[in-house]
């Protein structure tokens, strides 16, 4: 049956991938193996029967590749052993040259390993430019696999080879956005892969004839590749309790462009000033923040069951994500206290509808004269060990533009500023 839809297309896709995988191990070298399943650790069970031999004495560099790629996830990795097998085959005749110097993924392997162990024995510099000298020496450039080449030098001397724009094939650019989710110090000044290289990438992987039996590392790439563009897509389409925190943070740097005008723009009208100046100001600076991104997850000013003549209600629900968002502003040093107060006062009422509701972000607006930045922590630790569905405290101060509340000018039913001439 020929996929009719985006869905089916990409289900047949990664179906043919893992299977693909699979096929492919029975006949792969530990350096493939190891490879994989450093790139694929979601995919755990594709791997239940290969496994690499561990016998770093006499299973030669793909073993020692293979060991090294477990340092990646942090388990299974015997970093004595590995640095004694190292020093074994620097002290060939030819220092593993002739085998290590034209194998992309061994040198990737290698490097992750010498990166992870601890210099103990004071041979650590001499181990890294033993392997940098060899990648060094045998690089090309227009190989697929040369990303990781680059990564593996880059992870022994920092140099910035990453720096350098991947070639634009679809196994370059996969094998890039690939390495970058699992070794994200490495391209922490490497520009991200833009957006729309991203959607030709998604494009191109799913028109393109797959890698072909046998090939394990390309088709470990591609199916590593599809699985992170996918759920990127996801969170980009639905997006999660940490997108939400990410949002409100993110509030305190949209206020660059915040609207205060000296003089008006046009004649017969004031100047605009988008002034901040209650609770429900913020709470609709944030409906318009949200509700884009939400839609109708979104839910505002939800009364919650009340015992006797209480009847509470939080300012924002998120349905999807079960998390109530609550608005406070702080005006003065003595605020913070209350908001404490009233926050932890209202918990026990909050949480009554745990089938809708089970955590909470509270948002607060320091309105101060003079910011109070130091009571931050103070009132973040307090609330979040009074209730621990209490998750995140999102702290941002007003505008620059906005003036001092002593020094707003008063208003008049007419429109016009109090005392204007």
């Given amino acids: 049956m020929v996929p009719l839809n985006a869905a089916e297309i990409l289900e047949a896709k990664l179906a043919a991938l893992q299977s693909l995988v699979t096929a492919s191990l029975p006949l792969a070298s530990e350096t493939s193996i190891g490879f994989a399943q450093a790139v694929l650790p979601h995919r755990e069970p594709l791997f239940a ?131 970058r989710q699992h070794w994200p110090d490495a391209f922490a000044t490497v520009p991200p892969i833009a957006a729309e290289r991203r959607q030709e990438l998604m494009a191109a992987l799913l028109s393109s004839a797959n890698p072909a039996q046998g090939e394990l590392e390309r088709a470990a790439i591609w199916l590593a590749a599809l699985d992170l563009l996918v759920r990127r897509m996801s969170a980009e389409l639905v997006p999660d309790y940490s997108s939400l925190v990410a949002m409100l943070e993110a509030t305190q740097s949209a206020f660059r462009r915040w609207v205060w005008d000296a003089r008006p723009n046009r004649s017969g009208i004031g100047p605009a000033r988008w002034l901040i100046d209650s609770e429900a100001h913020v709470q609709a600076f944030l409906w318009a923040v949200l509700e884009p991104r939400f839609g109708e997850h979104l839910v505002d000013e939800q009364y919650l069951p009340g015992f006797g003549q209480k009847q509470p209600r939080f300012d924002f629900g998120i349905r999807g994500l079960k998390t109530i968002v609550e608005v406070k502003i702080a005006r003065s040093s003595g605020d913070f206290s209350r908001i404490e107060e009233e926050v932890a006062g209202d918990l026990g009422l909050y949480f009554t509808d745990l089938q809708n ?15 109070h930045a130091e009571r931050y922590d103070t009132l ?26 002593n020094q707003r000018e008063p208003w008049s039913p007419d429109g016009a500023a109090a005392g204007a001439s």
Wanted: charged share 25%.
């Fill in 357 to 371: 509701w089970d955590r909470m972000v509270v948002y607060i607006y320091d309105d101060s004269n003079v910011p």
């Fill in 380 to 405: 973040r630790s307090a609330l979040v060990a009074r209730d621990e569905r209490i998750r995140d405290i999102v702290f941002v101060q007003r505008p620059g533009m906005i003036p001092p509340r």
């Fill in 49 to 179: 029967n290969a496994s690499g031999s561990g016998d770093l004495d006499y299973g030669g560099i793909p073993a020692l590749a293979h060991a090294g790629y477990l340092a990646v996830g942090g388990t299974s990795f015997d970093g004595a052993a590995f640095v004694r097998a190292v020093d074994r085959l620097r002290g060939r005749a030819k220092a593993g040259r002739d085998q290590l110097g034209p194998d992309d993924l061994a040198l990737l392997g290698i490097a992750a390993g010498i990166a992870a162990t601890d210099d103990t024995d004071g041979l650590g510099a001499a181990r890294r430019k033993w392997l940098l000298d060899i990648a060094n020496e045998n690089a090309a450039p227009n190989a697929w696999s040369n990303r990781a080449r680059q990564l593996a030098a880059d992870l022994l001397d920092g140099v910035g080879r990453l720096r350098a724009d991947p070639q634009c094939s679809v196994d370059t650019l996969a094998t890039d956005l690939v390495l």
